[in-house]
């Protein structure tokens, strides 16, 4: 999501994303707990001043969203 207001931007991004684990002897008789799976999701908001020109607006939405996919 990307909106300006007041001279100022914000931008929204969304990822989605699965993992799974297993606790080792995480039981009192020392067996481990079962692999299972976890939904995560992850919402990064930005905003700063407005910039004039439309390049350098989508330069800055662009470098977010890929590196969000490190986090």
């Known amino acids: 999501m990307f909106f300006q207001e007041s001279g100022r931007f914000y931008i929204r991004i969304e990822e989605r994303f699965e993992s799974s ?4 002897k995480y039981f009192p008789d020392g067996s481990d707990e ?3 799976g ?3 999701k992850v919402e990064l908001y930005l905003s700063g001043k407005k910039i004039s020109g439309t ?6 939405f662009s470098l977010p969203n890929k590196n969000s996919k490190n986090l």
């Open 55 to 60: 390049m350098e607006s989508v330069l800055i």
């Open 21 to 24: 684990h297993y606790l080792y």
């Open 38 to 40: 976890h939904s995560w």
């Open 34 to 36: 079962p692999i299972h």
